[in-house]
């Protein structure tokens, strides 16, 4: 059967990119902290010798918006183009294409179908930062095929916490189903809280600390319950306004599965706290 071999969270944060793109004498401590959490990640990575990517991000109203909003969608190409124009002129990020693993998204489209949950699904999906960024940290080759997933977290009525679990747990099972030895890993991408656009975007602190550190503990300890309960909408509303990207990690939890958290860390910045999260068997 097919297994997953590591699974990775991090953050889409699209200045990253324009930050390491200066010569390495102008990082500053903050920036060398990303970059080192994002080594190590990429190093766990790399030892797991992946075959496919699956990688779970959200849209940014570029493809999708209120006249047509998918819950949950999965790209199904042979190639994938990314990103968008605004996202190269802001944030100096490389347009690019990364391979992608049809028969893979297939055998996930359909076995959650028989499993209850019913994927949109797109033969022309172009992605962005949710899945270059993270991409750009882990395996900035873009060598791997990827199946992208794309999940509504930004345009309410959004689908409740409970259900970014349930559908975690779903895609699971359909891998442990999979005929074969494929060797499979999950990039994970979400926030913890954040502000963007909003008046409080670049605050001197994060914007809800106490959420953050809750919100690390969770994962580490893999304590779901608490996190359904707590991941309301009225609390990750409370804490930033895209905050609610967060719940994405509840769906990492679930694909999880038997696997051990083995590196947490909310890295405390200006304006928001940085995830970096790694599971392995």
């Known amino acids: 059967m097919a297994r997953v071999v590591c699974m990775v969270g991090l953050t889409h944060n699209p200045f990253h990119h324009r930050l390491i793109s200066q010569p390495r004498s102008q990082w500053n401590q903050?920036?060398?902290n990303m970059?080192?959490?994002?080594?190590?990640?990429r190093e766990k990575l790399r030892k797991a010798d992946p075959q496919s990517l699956v990688c779970v991000g959200n849209d940014h109203f570029h493809q999708f918006f209120m006249d047509?909003?998918?819950?949950?969608?999965?790209?199904?190409?042979?190639?994938?183009d990314g990103i968008y124009y605004n996202e190269a002129r802001e944030f100096h990020l490389p347009r690019c294409t990364v391979p992608g693993d049809v028969e893979l998204a297939q055998q996930?489209?359909?076995?959650?179908?028989?499993?209850?949950?019913d994927f949109a699904?797109?033969?022309?999906?172009?992605?962005?930062?949710?899945?270059?960024?993270?991409?750009?940290?882990?395996r900035p080759e873009m060598d791997l095929p990827i199946v992208p997933i794309l999940t509504n977290c930004v345009a309410p009525p959004l689908p409740p916490a409970q259900r970014f679990y349930q559908v975690g747990k779903v895609i699971r099972e359909v891998i442990d189903e999979i005929p074969g030895d494929k060797r499979i890993g999950i990039v994970i991408s979400a926030n913890l809280s954040l502000e963007v656009g909003g008046p409080l975007q670049f605050d001197p602190k994060p914007?809800?600390?106490?959420?953050?550190?809750?919100?690390?503990?969770?994962?580490?300890?893999?304590?779901?319950?608490?996190?359904?309960?707590?991941?309301?909408?009225?609390?990750?509303t409370g804490a930033g306004n895209v905050t609610h990207a967060f719940v994405n990690f509840l769906l990492?939890?679930?694909?999880?599965?038997?696997?051990?958290?083995?590196?947490?860390?909310?890295?405390?910045?200006?304006?928001?706290?940085?995830?970096?999260?790694?599971?392995?068997?």
């Open 30 to 32: 903050d920036t060398q």
């Open 35 to 41: 970059v080192e959490r994002g080594e190590i990640l």
């Open 68 to 80: 047509n909003m998918p819950a949950f969608i999965l790209g199904k190409m042979e190639v994938f």
């Open 108 to 117: 996930i489209l359909e076995g959650s179908m028989k499993r209850g949950v």
């Open 121 to 138: 699904f797109s033969n022309e999906l172009k992605i962005d930062h949710s899945i270059v960024v993270p991409l750009l940290f882990v």
């Open 207 to 236: 914007m809800d600390e106490k959420f953050d550190d809750e919100a690390v503990e969770w994962i580490s300890k893999g304590d779901i319950d608490t996190a359904i309960r707590e991941c309301t909408f009225d609390r990750l």
């Open 252 to 281: 990492a939890m679930a694909l999880a599965k038997e696997m051990r958290c083995t590196y947490a860390v909310g890295m405390k910045r200006k304006g928001s706290t940085q995830p970096f999260f790694a599971w392995e068997p």
